[in-house]
């Protein structure tokens, strides 16, 4: 089951970069179909992925719900809108509810669980960080809306596709460079260690 599970880990690495280069393809084409597949399988793997093995139940009730609801419309494009949403403003609002009293903000628990326990301004530090990904992501969400209802499918592809994931990058690599000089004694990793690191935390689930 752990061998089933690094399968699937591996398989939705890959969907990730499969599945925007098929939804393009969609929409400079016209053809969706791929866009839904590779859609269908990434949600399936995600949705079976655990810990300790893949769950099969879910991943295939998953794949053949999104499958046939994407077969059903007349414009699959409208199925494609969903996902980018769904990402930018579910994490936006992961990253919201951790910032509620009782709770520990997620980047101060990323911190703690790559660094040790953080001290005082680090814990100023990284809340800030958190809200400035609440703020970033929700940006994101929005430009994404205002061009599916203003722009070409063109424009809202290319955002979405390519623009989008380099802008997250971008907001990685400048609070990386900006904490590494704030805190210079907490400097442990490069930043391709840091983002491996920070791959192995999501993998093992030991942020939540």
Known sequence: MHKLAGVARRASSLLVIVYPVAVHYGVVTGHFLPAILALAVLAAVLA?????????????????????????????????????LLIYF???????????????????????????EPDPAVRRYTRNVTLAWVLFLSLLGVISVLLVCCASRQWWSLFTNLLGYLLVLLFFLAEFVLRRRRFPQRARYSFIGFMRAMARLGTRGDWK
């Open 90 to 116: 579910g994490l936006a609002t992961v990253f919201a509810l951790s910032l509620l009293p009782g709770h520990e903000p997620l980047v101060t628990r990323f911190a703690r669980l790559l660094d040790g």
């Open 48 to 84: 079976g992925w655990r810990a300790q093995g893949f769950r099969y139940l879910p991943a295939l009730l998953v794949a053949a719900a999104i499958s046939l609801f994407g077969w059903t419309l007349q414009d699959r494009f409208e199925l494609l809108i969903w996902p980018p």
